[in-house]
């Protein structure tokens, strides 16, 4: 079984659309799409209850939903170079081990998603899963008054990460700083995503070879590659590859999620087989 932990968010754009998002269904419906049985612990918003059972009903994920006030939700906007800016305008209450019910914390393979520093230090150290990995994207961001979101330090990242299977993080997340990840390497295995090169891997504090991308047929949407590419990641170290087989695998996982907008690109097991082949 696999199990997807964190806020579905509720991301708004320009246009007055939105979209459900969040690493946490990223991670489930990719994992779902896979055929893996699979079960997502989230927040939801009365206002965003319905749409997610829906779209978790559809693609056969368990679903339990804990309560909240307001879904967390992103304004979506880009600067003249294309740059992704959010301001966060609502943010449910985190998510502790307590949450997470008890028929659940015996997955095969867990992804943890933060997307709103919404994990507790109790969950991401509990017993919850045979494999775990933290996308720490979340972990690295904070906000201002106005709800402007900006880079931040993750000054728990080496307690945070002692019980996990591996942590991945995207270049854009650290700024380049390599350093930061060969130190946090040190503690569990981390896996730096590298957009259309990769992903690199680092173990015990310095970095151990790149895995090539798979190139998508067309790039349609960036949003949500490295959260599939997480969910790769767990399920492959869950049925036993190795580290470079895994992130592998995990390549080729990420890869369908950018031919189109949302969930809706990703991959069959058959498809992603054949691509590695």
């Not at 799409?33 to 079960?39: E, M, R």
């Not at 309560?67 to 967390?72: F, I, P, R, V």
């Not at 896996?191 to 015990?204: F, N, Q, S």
């Not at 590859?241 to 369908?256: D, M, Q, T, Y």
Request: proline residues 3%.
């Amino acid at each position: 079984m696999f199990l997807a932990i964190g806020h579905v968010a509720r991301d708004e754009f320009p246009d007055g659309a939105h979209r459900l998002g969040g690493t946490a269904l990223y991670a489930a419906a990719t994992a779902a799409k896979l055929g893996v049985p699979t079960a997502l612990v989230t927040r939801v918003g009365p206002m965003e209850r319905d749409e997610l059972a829906r779209a978790c009903a559809e693609l056969g994920i368990d679903l339990r939903a804990l309560d909240a006030h307001a879904t967390t939700t992103f304004a979506f906007r880009w600067d003249d170079q294309g740059r992704r800016i959010l301001r966060l305008k609502a943010r449910a209450k985190a998510i502790a081990l307590r949450d997470v019910p008890r028929d659940l914390r015996s997955a095969d393979a867990l992804v943890f998603g933060s997307i709103a520093r919404e994990l507790s230090e109790d969950l991401l150290l509990g017993e919850a899963a045979r494999v775990s990995v933290l996308a720490a994207q979340g972990m690295l961001r904070t906000w201002d008054a106005h709800g402007e979101v900006r880079p931040a330090a993750w000054d728990r990242a080496e307690a945070d990460i002692r019980a996990l299977s591996a942590v991945v993080l995207s270049e854009e997340d650290v700024a380049g700083d390599t350093a930061l990840v060969e130190r946090w390497s040190r503690v569990t295995p981390v896996i730096l995503t590298l957009a259309e090169r990769g992903c690199r891997m680092y173990v015990e504090g310095e970095a151990r070879g790149r895995c090539d991308a798979y190139p998508p047929r067309e790039v349609v949407d960036t949003t949500g590659a490295g959260d599939t590419f997480a969910a790769g990641l767990a399920i492959a170290l869950g049925e036993g590859r190795a580290l470079e087989g895994s992130c592998r695998f995990a390549n080729a996982v990420a890869s369908f999620g950018l031919e189109g907008a949302g969930i809706g690109a990703l991959a069959t097991r058959d498809a992603v087989e054949r691509r590695l082949g």
